[in-house]
Nanobody, 120 residues
Framework: QVQLVESGGGLVQAGGSLRLSCAASGRADSTSAMGWFRQTPGKDRESVARISWSGSTTFYAESVKGRFTISRDNAKNTVYLQMNSLKPEDTAVYYC?????????????WGQGTQVTVSS
């Protein structure tokens, strides 16, 4: 059974920071590429950041480059998203996802999501 459990969301003022965590268990283990996605009402879910199983390769959406950092600790089966200089447009539900097939494949597993709200 695959489980992805996100934590760390909340309410923050513009310019502030949050760190999201995603604890993985089951088949979504340290050999999976991982990613963070976000979704707002009425919009499609978008990729925010992705990281290879080794952590050596990362990708970011243009809108978050230079502000967000994805990282992972394979010993803890945990992926992080450090979000700095947050903007109101970063408000969304953030989802952790696992791609056991590899970094360039769509995720096969999803977490339940965590709300991030940035006030202006």
């Amino acid at each position: 059974q695959v489980q992805l459990v996100e934590s760390g969301g909340g309410l923050v003022q513009a310019g502030g920071s949050l760190r999201l965590s995603c604890a993985a268990s089951g088949r979504a283990d340290s050999t999976s590429a991982m990613g963070w996605f976000r979704q707002t009402p009425g919009k499609d879910r978008e990729s925010v950041a992705r990281i290879s199983w080794s952590g050596s390769t990362t990708f970011y959406a243009e809108s978050v480059k230079g502000r967000f950092t994805i990282s992972r600790d394979n010993a803890k089966n945990t992926v992080y998203l450090q979000m700095n200089s947050l903007k109101p447009e970063d408000t969304a539900v953030y989802y952790c996802a696992a791609s056991p097939r590899g970094l360039y494949y769509d995720p096969d597993y999803w977490g339940q999501g965590t709300q991030v709200t940035v006030s202006s």
